[in-house]
T-cell receptor, first 111, second 116 residues
Framework: GNSVTQMEGPVTLSEEAFLTINCTYT??????LFWYVQYPGEGLQLLLK?????DKGSNKGFEATYRKETTSFHLEKGSVQVSDSAVYFC??????????FGKGTMLLVSP | KAGVTQTPRYLIKTRGQQVTLSCSPI?????VSWYQQTPGQGLQFLFE???????NKGNFPGRFSGRQFSNSRSEMNVSTLELGDSALYLC???????????????FGAGSRLTVL
């Protein structure tokens, strides 16, 4: 079956530090890959997506590249801000609306 | 453009009761899916509806059920509530939830259920 593995958090960084959150997946076929973010007390917001191998998704300074050879979709940002503090979820969708999520990684950014 | 609306946002029930949660998708979206979020199990897929038909179902007991109406609004019901049903229930909508998986799901803010 499908599965997503994310690095466990919390990840604690100072403002302007570089961020990497690792994500690897197991899936049959060629899934689409997503990063969602959840702020306290809110639902999930799409951060970025990639639908085929070597695609790079990007949004708000965050980037992730769909690596089929390593089955990975690591999230990166060059300079984090306090406002980036949230929980980040890696997910895959191999069909219809059935997302398989990782456990989530909490990011805490201090001034 | 209005987002996905879930009601109620918070509710408290006791064991053995039942609960109904409602979801209004983004206008024009025909696919509605439901997810359960708990600290222990994370985010788990419950079911997905498209044009009033359940297309896919996760690994949950029969106490969890849902339906979709002709206007794409959806409800989910949990009967005979257990303490372990305490969770944030998230609804998501997409244009057609196509087979390719490339469709983006837009999530609501969730309904937080507490079972005492």
């Amino acid at each position: 079956g499908n599965s997503v593995t994310q690095m466990e958090g919390p990840v604690t960084l100072s403002e302007e530090a570089f961020l990497t959150i690792n994500c690897t997946y197991t899936a049959t076929g060629y899934p689409s890959l997503f990063w969602y973010v959840q702020y306290p007390g809110e639902g999930l917001q799409l951060l970025l997506k990639a639908t085929k191998a070597d695609d790079k998704g990007s949004n708000k300074g965050f980037e992730a590249t769909y690596r089929k050879e390593t089955t990975s979709f690591h999230l990166e940002k060059g300079s984090v801000q306090v406002s980036d503090s949230a929980v980040y979820f890696c997910a895959l969708n191999s069909g219809y609306s059935t997302l398989t999520f990782g456990k989530g990684t909490m990011l805490l950014v201090s001034p | 453009k209005a987002g996905v609306t879930q009601t109620p946002r918070y509710l408290i029930k006791t064991r053995g009761q039942q609960v109904t949660l409602s979801c209004s998708p983004i206008s024009g979206h025909r696919s509605v899916s439901w997810y359960q979020q708990t600290p222990g199990q994370g985010l788990q897929f419950l079911f997905e509806y498209f044009s009033e038909t359940q297309r896919n179902k996760g690994n949950f007991p029969g106490r969890f059920s849902g339906r979709q109406f002709s206007n794409s609004r959806s409800e989910m019901n949990v009967s005979t509530l257990e303490l372990g049903d305490s969770a944030l229930y998230l609804c998501a909508s997409s244009f057609d939830g196509g087979a390719s998986g490339a469709n983006v799901l837009t999530f609501g803010a969730g309904s937080r259920l507490t079972v005492l």
